[in-house]
Protein backbone atom coordinates (compact mmCIF):
# COMPACT_ATOMS: atom_id res chain seq x y z
CA UNK A 1 0.00 0.00 0.00
CA UNK A 2 1.75 3.05 -1.25
CA UNK A 3 0.76 6.81 -2.15
CA UNK A 4 1.72 9.50 -4.61
CA UNK A 5 1.13 12.83 -4.09
CA UNK A 6 0.30 15.45 -7.46
CA UNK A 7 0.17 18.85 -6.90
CA UNK A 8 1.91 21.86 -8.79
CA UNK A 9 1.96 24.46 -5.05
CA UNK A 10 4.83 22.87 -3.48
CA UNK A 11 3.35 23.58 0.24
CA UNK A 12 -0.27 22.12 -0.62
CA UNK A 13 2.59 19.19 -1.60
CA UNK A 14 4.59 19.31 1.27
CA UNK A 15 1.58 19.66 3.74
CA UNK A 16 -0.20 16.41 1.88
CA UNK A 17 2.35 14.38 2.01
CA UNK A 18 3.24 15.61 6.15
CA UNK A 19 -0.23 14.65 6.41
CA UNK A 20 0.40 11.37 5.06
CA UNK A 21 3.63 10.11 6.82
CA UNK A 22 2.49 11.44 10.15
CA UNK A 23 -1.53 10.49 10.19
CA UNK A 24 -1.71 7.49 8.48
CA UNK A 25 -0.03 4.35 7.81
CA UNK A 26 0.63 4.43 4.09
CA UNK A 27 3.79 4.83 2.46
CA UNK A 28 4.71 7.93 1.12
CA UNK A 29 5.87 6.77 -2.29
CA UNK A 30 6.38 9.97 -3.66
CA UNK A 31 5.36 13.81 -5.18
CA UNK A 32 4.55 14.90 -8.27
CA UNK A 33 4.36 18.89 -9.39
CA UNK A 34 3.27 18.19 -13.11
CA UNK A 35 1.17 15.64 -14.76
CA UNK A 36 3.54 14.20 -17.23
CA UNK A 37 5.79 13.52 -13.99
CA UNK A 38 2.95 12.20 -11.96
CA UNK A 39 2.21 9.33 -14.48
CA UNK A 40 6.38 8.04 -15.11
CA UNK A 41 6.21 8.23 -11.46
CA UNK A 42 3.12 6.19 -10.91
CA UNK A 43 4.31 3.46 -13.91
CA UNK A 44 7.68 3.56 -11.88
CA UNK A 45 6.59 3.70 -7.96
CA UNK A 46 2.94 1.29 -9.01
CA UNK A 47 1.31 3.34 -6.00
CA UNK A 48 -2.05 1.90 -4.45
CA UNK A 49 -3.30 5.54 -4.24
CA UNK A 50 -2.87 8.68 -5.80
CA UNK A 51 -3.98 12.02 -4.73
CA UNK A 52 -4.54 14.21 -7.47
CA UNK A 53 -5.60 17.64 -8.37
CA UNK A 54 -6.10 17.72 -12.11
CA UNK A 55 -5.18 21.61 -12.64
CA UNK A 56 -1.87 21.59 -12.40
CA UNK A 57 1.08 22.42 -14.92
CA UNK A 58 2.15 20.15 -17.93
CA UNK A 59 1.03 18.69 -20.90
CA UNK A 60 -0.99 16.37 -19.81
CA UNK A 61 -3.78 17.19 -17.08
CA UNK A 62 -7.29 17.27 -16.20
CA UNK A 63 -9.53 14.91 -17.15
CA UNK A 64 -6.94 13.14 -19.69
CA UNK A 65 -4.53 13.16 -16.41
CA UNK A 66 -7.04 11.21 -14.88
CA UNK A 67 -8.34 8.80 -17.51
CA UNK A 68 -4.50 7.67 -17.54
CA UNK A 69 -3.78 7.38 -14.35
CA UNK A 70 -6.95 5.15 -14.09
CA UNK A 71 -6.10 2.73 -16.97
CA UNK A 72 -2.59 1.91 -15.39
CA UNK A 73 -2.49 -2.00 -15.18
CA UNK A 74 -2.91 -2.42 -11.29
CA UNK A 75 -5.95 0.19 -11.48
CA UNK A 76 -4.72 2.38 -8.55
CA UNK A 77 -7.29 4.48 -6.77
CA UNK A 78 -7.78 7.85 -7.19
CA UNK A 79 -8.67 11.11 -4.93
CA UNK A 80 -9.10 14.53 -6.68
CA UNK A 81 -8.00 16.78 -4.12
CA UNK A 82 -9.26 20.00 -5.65
CA UNK A 83 -10.12 23.48 -4.67
CA UNK A 84 -12.82 23.92 -7.44
CA UNK A 85 -16.29 24.33 -6.78
CA UNK A 86 -17.45 23.67 -10.19
CA UNK A 87 -19.79 21.12 -10.69
CA UNK A 88 -18.54 20.61 -14.36
CA UNK A 89 -15.33 19.68 -13.00
CA UNK A 90 -16.59 17.63 -9.98
CA UNK A 91 -18.90 15.98 -12.42
CA UNK A 92 -16.41 15.53 -15.32
CA UNK A 93 -14.10 13.79 -12.63
CA UNK A 94 -16.33 11.03 -11.71
CA UNK A 95 -17.34 10.69 -14.94
CA UNK A 96 -13.44 10.28 -16.09
CA UNK A 97 -13.12 7.44 -13.34
CA UNK A 98 -12.37 9.25 -9.79
CA UNK A 99 -12.53 7.33 -7.03
CA UNK A 100 -13.20 10.32 -5.09
CA UNK A 101 -13.72 14.12 -4.98
CA UNK A 102 -12.25 15.88 -2.38
CA UNK A 103 -12.07 20.12 -1.55
CA UNK A 104 -8.71 21.56 -0.14
CA UNK A 105 -11.02 23.27 2.05
CA UNK A 106 -11.76 20.41 4.54
CA UNK A 107 -10.34 19.69 7.77
CA UNK A 108 -7.68 17.55 8.10
CA UNK A 109 -9.97 14.56 9.90
CA UNK A 110 -12.05 14.61 7.25
CA UNK A 111 -9.33 14.31 4.59
CA UNK A 112 -8.26 11.18 7.00
CA UNK A 113 -11.59 9.67 6.26
CA UNK A 114 -12.00 9.98 2.86
CA UNK A 115 -8.45 8.35 2.84
CA UNK A 116 -9.29 5.58 4.21
CA UNK A 117 -12.90 4.98 3.17
CA UNK A 118 -11.72 5.64 -0.57
CA UNK A 119 -8.88 2.88 0.39
CA UNK A 120 -11.54 0.53 1.38
CA UNK A 121 -13.68 1.04 -1.49
CA UNK A 122 -16.25 3.93 -0.76
CA UNK A 123 -16.79 7.28 -3.29
CA UNK A 124 -16.19 10.12 -1.22
CA UNK A 125 -17.61 13.49 -2.20
CA UNK A 126 -16.48 16.57 0.11
CA UNK A 127 -17.31 19.51 -1.23
CA UNK A 128 -17.88 23.41 -0.64
CA UNK A 129 -19.93 26.03 -1.83
CA UNK A 130 -22.45 25.35 -5.09
CA UNK A 131 -20.52 22.05 -6.36
CA UNK A 132 -23.37 19.14 -6.06
CA UNK A 133 -22.28 16.50 -7.63
CA UNK A 134 -24.24 13.81 -5.70
CA UNK A 135 -27.49 16.18 -5.59
CA UNK A 136 -26.64 16.17 -9.55
CA UNK A 137 -26.44 12.76 -9.92
CA UNK A 138 -29.99 12.04 -8.39
CA UNK A 139 -31.42 14.44 -10.49
CA UNK A 140 -30.72 12.13 -13.64
CA UNK A 141 -31.74 8.70 -11.33
CA UNK A 142 -34.93 10.92 -10.98
CA UNK A 143 -35.42 12.17 -14.52
CA UNK A 144 -35.01 8.89 -15.89
CA UNK A 145 -36.89 7.31 -13.42
CA UNK A 146 -34.42 4.53 -11.97
CA UNK A 147 -34.55 1.46 -10.04
CA UNK A 148 -32.13 2.23 -6.90
CA UNK A 149 -29.90 -0.57 -8.78
CA UNK A 150 -29.80 0.86 -11.99
CA UNK A 151 -28.46 3.81 -10.14
CA UNK A 152 -25.56 1.79 -9.01
CA UNK A 153 -25.26 0.50 -12.63
CA UNK A 154 -25.33 3.76 -14.16
CA UNK A 155 -22.90 5.46 -11.47
CA UNK A 156 -20.16 2.55 -12.74
CA UNK A 157 -20.72 2.89 -15.95
CA UNK A 158 -19.59 6.63 -15.86
CA UNK A 159 -16.77 5.20 -13.83
CA UNK A 160 -15.99 3.14 -17.06
CA UNK A 161 -16.58 -0.15 -15.39
CA UNK A 162 -17.09 -3.31 -17.78
CA UNK A 163 -19.72 -5.14 -17.44
CA UNK A 164 -17.42 -7.92 -16.01
CA UNK A 165 -16.27 -5.59 -13.21
CA UNK A 166 -19.92 -4.47 -12.59
CA UNK A 167 -21.20 -8.15 -11.52
CA UNK A 168 -17.91 -7.94 -9.32
CA UNK A 169 -18.88 -4.85 -7.51
CA UNK A 170 -22.01 -5.92 -6.45
CA UNK A 171 -21.97 -9.29 -6.60
CA UNK A 172 -24.19 -9.96 -9.37
CA UNK A 173 -24.27 -12.63 -12.21
CA UNK A 174 -23.28 -11.03 -15.66
CA UNK A 175 -26.21 -11.38 -17.84
CA UNK A 176 -28.34 -9.80 -14.82
CA UNK A 177 -25.73 -6.81 -15.33
CA UNK A 178 -26.24 -6.71 -18.82
CA UNK A 179 -30.23 -6.68 -18.55
CA UNK A 180 -29.77 -3.49 -16.05
CA UNK A 181 -27.13 -1.54 -18.81
CA UNK A 182 -29.71 -2.19 -21.13
CA UNK A 183 -32.30 -0.66 -19.09
CA UNK A 184 -30.27 2.13 -18.08
CA UNK A 185 -29.59 2.73 -22.11
CA UNK A 186 -32.77 2.60 -22.80
CA UNK A 187 -33.77 5.17 -20.16
CA UNK A 188 -31.60 7.47 -20.92
CA UNK A 189 -32.27 6.98 -24.80
CA UNK A 190 -28.64 6.22 -25.93
CA UNK A 191 -26.98 3.08 -27.59
CA UNK A 192 -23.68 2.84 -26.02
CA UNK A 193 -21.18 3.85 -22.92
CA UNK A 194 -20.10 7.10 -25.20
CA UNK A 195 -23.38 9.06 -25.50
CA UNK A 196 -24.51 7.69 -22.09
CA UNK A 197 -21.41 9.79 -20.88
CA UNK A 198 -22.32 12.88 -22.91
CA UNK A 199 -25.87 12.57 -22.75
CA UNK A 200 -25.64 12.14 -18.06
CA UNK A 201 -22.90 15.15 -18.55
CA UNK A 202 -25.64 17.41 -19.89
CA UNK A 203 -28.45 16.57 -17.42
CA UNK A 204 -26.35 16.41 -14.18
CA UNK A 205 -25.12 20.03 -15.06
CA UNK A 206 -28.88 21.44 -15.08
CA UNK A 207 -28.69 20.01 -11.16
CA UNK A 208 -27.58 22.65 -8.49
CA UNK A 209 -28.31 23.82 -5.09
CA UNK A 210 -26.41 23.93 -1.75
CA UNK A 211 -24.68 21.03 -1.32
CA UNK A 212 -23.12 20.14 2.51
CA UNK A 213 -19.93 17.98 2.81
CA UNK A 214 -20.70 14.03 3.17
CA UNK A 215 -19.56 10.81 1.66
CA UNK A 216 -21.34 8.61 -0.26
CA UNK A 217 -20.73 4.76 0.13
CA UNK A 218 -20.64 2.80 -2.96
CA UNK A 219 -23.25 -0.14 -2.95
CA UNK A 220 -21.49 -3.48 -2.13
Given amino acids: MGVLVVDDHPCVRMALSSIVESRTEIELLGEAASGDQALVLAERKRPSLIICDLEIRGFLRG ?4 RMLK ?13 SRDSNEVVSALMSGADSFVHKGIAIPELLRAIERTIQ ?26 TEREAEVLLLLLRRFSNEEIAEELTLA ?17 TNRRELRCAIGDTALTARGRYRPQSVRMAS
Avoid: C
Fill in 63 to 66: TELL
Fill in 71 to 83: ALPWRPQVIVFSG
Fill in 121 to 146: GEKVLLLEGESAPKDALDHVHRKYFM
Fill in 174 to 190: RQTVKNHVSRVFRKVGV
